[in-house]
């Protein structure tokens, strides 16, 4: 499956079903994140209930520390 994370093409396995699976995928199910899927911003508790699809468009944004 072909997704637009961030605005880059990224091709993820077509096993990922849901925001859930695509923040594990890339290791951020732990972090802090805000996520946008096609122009709609998730609240945390729907991202399991938010099924991904071909060509969809994510925005995350996850914070980092530092100094």
Request: aromatic share 4%.
């Amino acid at each position: 499956m072909k997704l637009f994370i961030n605005g880059d093409r990224v091709d993820v396995p077509d096993t990922l079903e849901n925001i859930s699976d695509v923040l594990a995928h890339f290791e951020l199910e732990d972090n802090i994140v805000i996520v946008e899927i096609n122009s709609t911003i998730l609240q945390k508790q729907d991202h399991k209930d938010t099924q991904v699809n071909d060509n969809d468009k994510i925005e995350i944004v996850h914070f980092v520390g530092g100094g």
